[in-house]
């Protein structure tokens, strides 16, 4: 599993404030504990010096280090005992100012040994879909949602089967795709004509996906292919702001390129399109796009090179039926 280095920046953030927070309530609870018996405080004051000489000892060579650390852990246990007493003596439990953490097993650090912990995972899952969410407006898409009433249960005279029963199929397809993504999993084209749902069950799998905790970006073609002609010709953002979106455009777990076709074609474009379809695949990270463009269509428009990647490295899944915004509009011609 592959981490987006700046949504996981963003989880630390998050967890950095969740740990300052706690700091600011254990200071509260000193001063308050502190005011009410000043003894509480000669008490910590002791305990963290028979810290530092359980270190000095521990530092210092020769003599019996054995006898000295059994004394400094009795005095700390008893200094223990005596804070407890004196903190009920001011009303507070005894357990008042022992260290609480949000996560008990990483103590708020974020890491369980060397591995992240689950709370920071946890964390960067949510901001994954935060991410998604500003660019899909995530709300609607989601496989619960998806309506196949949309689409005919006529038969088709050519094939017998109606456009709801193909499109059932590609539904559970994408649907277990999503639950199972990993790096195994197949690199995906959705063709079909505009208004059939590629984008819908497209946005649906990056849900999934990001919540699973596996790294997601999500674009149309033409914003891919402008931050790939900024960087080359120096418009418009740093171009070290702009290869580092180009970087997570390559290196991301699951990329989806969204209306392939829409963009002006140029054969920097082509070329930049084979560049990010061929990398992936090296890398074994995983695509999926989805194109309006029929198959005449996309062999008129791209390289021979890059159709080859399409039709043999890809799995095609066709949308059929009626343009389903058209039918939610009212509007047909």
Avoid: H
């Avoid at 254990?26 to 000489?53: G, N, P």
């Avoid at 650090?109 to 879909?129: F, H, I, P």
């Amino acid at each position: 599993m592959s981490l987006d280095g700046k949504i996981l920046a963003r989880a630390k953030t998050r967890l950095d404030a969740r740990r300052a927070e706690n700091e600011r309530r254990m200071s509260q609870r000193r001063a308050l504990a502190y005011a009410r018996d000043q003894r509480i405080a000669e008490i910590d004051s002791e305990m963290k010096r028979t810290v530092i000489d359980a270190i000095d000892v521990a530092l210092k060579k020769g003599g019996d280090p054995v006898e000295a650390l059994d004394a400094i852990r009795d005095r700390s246990l008893s200094l223990q005992e005596e804070r407890a007493l004196a903190l009920t003596r001011a009303g507070l439990s005894p357990d008042y100012l022992s260290d609480s953490y949000f996560c008990p097993k990483c103590k708020d650090t974020g890491y369980d040994g060397t591995r992240l912990c689950s709370c920071l995972m946890d964390l960067y899952k949510e901001e994954q879909v935060k991410e998604l969410s500003q660019l899909l407006k995530l709300g609607e898409e989601s496989f619960d949602s998806f309506r196949l009433d949309y689409y005919s249960d006529e038969p088709d005279p050519r094939t017998g089967v109606s456009p709801r029963q193909m499109m059932a199929e590609v539904f559970d397809f994408a649907a277990e795709y999503a639950r199972n993504f990993s790096s195994g999993s197949m690199n995906l084209f959705f063709r079909g004509g505009t208004g059939l749902g590629k984008t819908f069950l497209a946005t649906s799998i990056a849900r999934v996906v990001a919540e699973n905790g596996f790294s997601v970006v999500y674009d149309t073609a033409a914003s891919v292919f402008s931050k790939y002609e900024q960087e080359r010709f120096g418009r418009g953002e740093s171009v070290e702001g702009l290869r580092s979106e180009i970087k997570r455009i390559e290196s991301c777990d699951l990329l989806i390129i969204d209306d392939l076709g829409t963009e002006m074609p140029t054969s920097f474009i082509t070329s930049a399109l084979y560049n990010i379809i061929n990398t992936r695949l090296i890398t074994g990270k995983k695509t999926i796009i989805t194109s309006n463009l029929t198959p005449k269509e996309l062999a008129g428009r791209y390289s021979s090179a890059v159709l080859s990647r399409l039709e043999g490295d890809f799995m095609s899944l066709r949308f059929v039926g009626r343009d389903i915004r058209r039918m939610k509009s009212g509007n047909w011609d």
